[in-house]
């Protein structure tokens, strides 16, 4: 699967302003990672956690390398245009 997003592409991220869906593509901080945020797809909840993947598994550091991230690490939805 390529990954939905290309380096360098433009996105519109609105700050978080309702519960993390599965099938959504978040802006994440990862305690433990240093300060970068990282983009990733929520593909199951666990309560107040979230499994995050990335589209392209085979190059994507994500929950399988990390586990699971609280949901209140998530900073912004990602919209993309349908």
Not at 51 to 61: I, Q
């Amino acid at each position: 699967m390529l990954p939905t997003l290309l380096p360098g592409q433009e996105v519109l991220a609105l700050r978080r302003w309702r519960r993390v869906r599965v099938g959504d593509v978040v802006v994440v901080h990862v305690e433990g990672r240093g300060p970068d945020l990282l983009v990733k797809r929520c593909v199951a909840r666990h309560g107040r956690s979230l499994e995050l993947r990335g589209d392209n598994p085979a190059f994507s550091t994500d929950s399988r390398d990390f586990g699971p991230v609280p949901e209140r690490n998530v900073r912004y939805l990602v919209w993309l245009d349908p």
